[in-house]
């Protein structure tokens, strides 16, 4: 079941009123039975896979815990993690790796299903066996509260990555849903559908267009798709983030934010604060640092490799591909740039306090190309298909075909989605859009959910399905 | 929570409202009916379907389905422009699969999904001249041959056409009348608000009845076709869409073609491909602007000698003046009726050993097609 | 070593690291108080920490790090 589909709706729905009526202790069952619904109308064979990994980081967990020396404490930790990797490494690059060594052939039996969500509960899982180890959190015992957090199902498909830290207390807590958060949930759903059914996926279809044969179009063209995928992909994943998360609001849990306002950051460093929140964090906490614990005597050279690691990590995470390769890469070398230029820079524009205004503006703006230079590789089939991409814009060519094959009414509708999406952005990043909109009165925030709604049912996409972030 | 789940209702009831009147109109009309129903009664039925529907496409996959299912020996493969070809014109089974494809993109596609049971032996294959315009831009959003997913089609219809059902209903592209579906069946059994609204629609043979047109031409030049033209005319002035101007031919589309040809010719089937004809007004107005179209000219000797290489047949067809037809013929700037496709046939059959002993024979006359077309329009049955 | 004594050192650390002499690190001195202070520079933190006060962090104590505290907290027990 896609998010963007009636079927989850309903189940939804199902899931929600049903979470009212169990008692509070039986509030695990109620997931574990829901979530692994869930899974199955992906795949039962995977849905096994998910309890096998959920055992064993559950048990890895209690080995941690239970080891008596500093040593053996270690090792548990060390095999869990290593096990989930593993699977994980198994079942999601495989594919990859087996294109790399027999590119075009691929009979039918080599490639397997990659398992939905794989990406997110291992590292959900692994996140939870070295916090057990660091002693941030005590191993879980209760086996079936355990098994609820792994297979939690409004993350399963594109997180956010929910750790156990935060989760598991949420689950243990005794008490109805808040009136109150099950109707921010819905409005949470409903403004994640608005992103991705009026914004992402009608920009999709010009961006696909764009992106499959650049060599067709003139640099204008070939530049607005650029753009128009960064876009794309923020509609579409924080939109899909958002339905998630207002799921999540309807069983009573509060789930981490995965986007805040990324284009406007002012350097690199901070935009990769902003975006993908909770992977960013992941990796920061449980491969940069360690990482840089490691390096910390090696000075600038330590910093410099622990980044390139992280980053080319985040490349990597998306899948095992040329592209991805070089859009970690070079997202590498953009904040090591940054990190080793920041102080330089600051001392400049200390001494430049006229310049330091003009800052505000080009700081986000520069950070913004440089993403959006890296996001043609990720997007790209192929390294030749970026550089395609790149070359295009270069050639500052306007003889071939431009971008107006797209029609006004579509430019139109998504201009006006655009502004209305990021004015929502701007005062949910400001922590102001619950005064705001309980400030209305009551029939003002029922014309804006109709609005909301209509505009949806009205000018939504309804054709294609793809997140682009669920095949990871 | 039974507060929660009243208010959404409550919220949820005017939104439902607003479906109802397009869920009539498409329903009643039979926008609804499914890809699978479709494939089931032109196969089954003998009573002649005229089908057309107004707010969806399934044809590139119902195309596919039905060469798979039928398994002719004969069919005649390209764009809506080749959907003129009937199963009168043959004496051997045939299927018109025109719209499986809208470039040369899926040529191979086509065959690869035929396994050898459902392979046709002879494929007439029409070649549209901007398929080899390499400045045509041709966006086919959805995977080829796709199957509806069943059952949720009429809820994806519904909710991506609900709007415009409204702002058609407003001005008046369709009427009530046309939701009664006594009233629809004069000779043919009239599926669809296209076929009820143009009457114009797919035969069970797969080509395509512009009934409407071959109706009141009876009377005089009909006025929506002139229309279309000189939409037609307007996108060459503007050096728009279909008629960019183009230089060079299409690498890609030569390369994609051939790629088809060495496949045919390795699955044993015999293809004679045409490049298909454009109302001869049209080809004045492009012949006036001269060079911008010179890609044109250089269609014909690049797929004669791409067609020779494989011992297949090619013919050019693009100057419909040649084969004697008139604007009359044709119901806007690219679509023929069916005379003009017989006048192609006789050709190909004349080039052609295996069309030549594939056509009916006696050969089918022009009016004598037309005359049974005029008469089914007034009677209740019709056999073809 | 005694607390205040720890924190003075550590507040001439901070002031030298993140080149602001009018520094003052309190026990709830977090990263977002301090400029500069962040995820990069974190370890440039630890480092400097750990030479001068002689002593060895491991991952675990540094990732339970809220505050600066708790920093002074590991120096004074580690620190002879």
Known sequence: ????????????????????????????????????????????????????????????????????????????????????????????????????????????????????????????????????????????????????????????????????????????????????????????????????????????????????????????????????????????????TDIARGSTRLLGFESPKNFDLPFYAPNIQQYWRRWHMSLTQWLGDYVFMPLRMKFRNFGNTGLVLAILINMTAIGLWHGART??????????????????????????????????????????????HLVILASIFFRAESLSGAWEMISGIAALDLSKAGPMFFAKREILILAVGGVIMEIVHYLESKGRIRGAYYSQAPWMRWAVLYGFTFFILGFGEFNSHNFIYFEF | MKKLIMKTFLFAAPVGLIFIFPLYVLSASGEFMTAGRIIAMQSADKEPNLILQAYSDPWSYIKMAGIKQRRPELIALGTSRTMQFRQAFFKVPFYNAAKAIDSTAHLVTVLESLNEKEIPRIIILGLDPNFFNPNWVWYSSNTPHAEPKSGREWLKILSQKWLQVYSDFINRKFRLKHLNPKRNDQGFHRTGLGARVHNRGFLNDGSFLYLRHIVKREAGPVPEAQRERNRALEDIREKDDLYVPASRLSETSLRELEAFLILAKRRGVHVAGYLTPMAPSMLE?????????????????????????????????????????????FVDDVHETGEITLRILKRLAAADAHIGTSVAAPFPEESEMNRKYLEAAKQRVFTL | MQREEARTLLNQIFRSLFDDESLSITEQTTAKDVSGWDSLNHMNLIVEVEKTFGIKMTTREVQSLKNAGDLITIITNKAK
Do not use: C
């Open chain 2, 285 to 329: 107005a492009l012949e006036a602007e001269g060079p911008n179209y010179e890609y044109l000219r250089k269609i014909t000797p690049a797929l004669q000698k791409l067609f020779q290489k494989y011992g297949y047949v090619y013919e050019d067809f693009l100057d419909s003046r040649k084969l004697g037809a008139t604007d009359a013929h």
């Open chain 1, 323 to 368: 592209t991805y390769l070089a859009f970690g890469l070079l997202h590498g070398i953009y904040m090591i740039g940054s990190a080793l230029t920041l102080k330089r820079r600051d001392q400049f524009y200390k001494a430049h306090p006229l310049l330091a205004r003009g800052r505000t503006l080009w700081g986000p703006l520069i950070t913004f």
């Open chain 1, 1 to 240: 079941m896609l998010f963007n589909s009636f079927d989850f709706i309903l189940f939804l729905g199902a899931a929600t009123v049903a979470f009212h009526y169990t008692p509070y202790s039986w509030r695990k069952y109620h997931l574990i039975i829901f979530s692994y619904l869930y899974y199955f109308s992906w795949s039962a064979g995977h849905a096994l896979l998910l309890f096998g990994v959920s055992l064993t980081a559950y048990f890895t967990g209690l080995g941690v815990e239970r080891a008596a020396s500093e040593e053996g404490k270690k090792k548990s930790m060390a095999l869990g993690v290593l096990l989930l990797a593993g699977v994980l490494f198994v079942f999601k690059y495989f594919n990859d790796f087996a294109d790399f060594a027999a590119p075009g052939e691929g009979p039918v039996f080599y490639r397997i299903l990659i398992p939905v969500g794989i990406s997110y509960y291992t590292f959900r899982l692994i996140s939870y066996v070295v916090d057990v180890y660091w002693g941030k959190i005590t191993a879980e015992r209760d086996l079936a509260a355990f098994t609820a957090f792994a297979a939690f199902f409004p993350h399963i498909l594109s997180g956010p990555i929910h750790r156990a830290e935060t989760f598991l207390p949420q689950l243990k807590k005794a008490g109805p849903v808040p009136y109150l958060m099950l109707t921010s949930g819905m409005r949470l759903i409903l403004f994640g559908f608005f992103k991705k059914l009026v914004i992402a996926d009608r920009l999709g279809i010009f961006v696909d267009t764009i992106y499959a044969s650049p060599g067709n179009y003139n640099s204008l063209a070939i530049l607005l798709a650029a753009y128009g995928f960064m876009i794309q992909l923020y509609a579409d994943f924080s939109g899909l």
